[in-house]
C-alpha cells in the first residue's frame, strides 16, 4: 500500500494520501478491512465503496484477491463505458438547438440565396 501511495503521488495525489493515511491506519493497530471502511466513509465515492466491499468479501471468504480485483475492474471499465456511451447519445439532443438556429439558415441563404436573385430578376422583366 505505501509503494503504491508513493508511486500515485504525483498523477493522483488524492488517492496516494488516502493510501498512506490507510498505511498509517494499520501500523496504529487498526485491522485492515477497517482502515479500508474508514477510507470509503472518507470519501463517499460508489466506486471506492463497492472496492472496499469487494475486498472485504475476498478477505471473509478467502477468495483470490486477482480474481476479485480482475472482475471489479472488468466491472468499472463496463460503467464507465456505458456512462460515455450515455453522454454520447444525449449530444446530439443538445446539437439541434445550435443546428437549427445557426447552422440551417446560412445553408438556407447559401442554398436558395441564387435561386430568390434569379427569381427576382425574371419577374422584373414581366413587369416592365
Known amino acids: 500500500m505505501l509503494r503504491a501511495g508513493q508511486e500515485l503521488a504525483l498523477s493522483q495525489p488524492e488517492?496516494?494520501?488516502?493510501?498512506?493515511?490507510?498505511?498509517?491506519?494499520?501500523?496504529?493497530g487498526k485491522?485492515?478491512?477497517?482502515?479500508?471502511?474508514?477510507?470509503?466513509?472518507?470519501?463517499?465515492?460508489?466506486?471506492?465503496?463497492?472496492?472496499v466491499h469487494m475486498l472485504a468479501q475476498t478477505d471473509r471468504?478467502?477468495?483470490?484477491?486477482?480474481?476479485?480485483?480482475?472482475v471489479f475492474a472488468d466491472g468499472v471499465r463496463q460503467k464507465r463505458r456505458q456512462q460515455a456511451e450515455e453522454?454520447?447519445?444525449?449530444t446530439t439532443v443538445k446539437l439541434i438547438f445550435p443546428l437549427v438556429l445557426f447552422i440551417f439558415p446560412s445553408i438556407f441563404i447559401v442554398l436558395l440565396g441564387p435561386a430568390i436573385i434569379l427569381i427576382s430578376k425574371s419577374l422584373e422583366g414581366i413587369f416592365k
Not at 471468504?61 to 480482475?70: D, N, Q
Open 15 to 28: 488517492i496516494s494520501e488516502e493510501f498512506t493515511h490507510i498505511n498509517y491506519e494499520k501500523r496504529a
Open 31 to 51: 485491522q485492515r478491512i477497517e482502515a479500508w471502511q474508514s477510507m470509503a466513509e472518507r470519501t463517499q465515492v460508489d466506486t471506492v465503496r463497492s472496492f
Open 61 to 70: 471468504f478467502g477468495t483470490p484477491l486477482v480474481r476479485a480485483l480482475r
Open 87 to 90: 453522454m454520447a447519445a444525449k
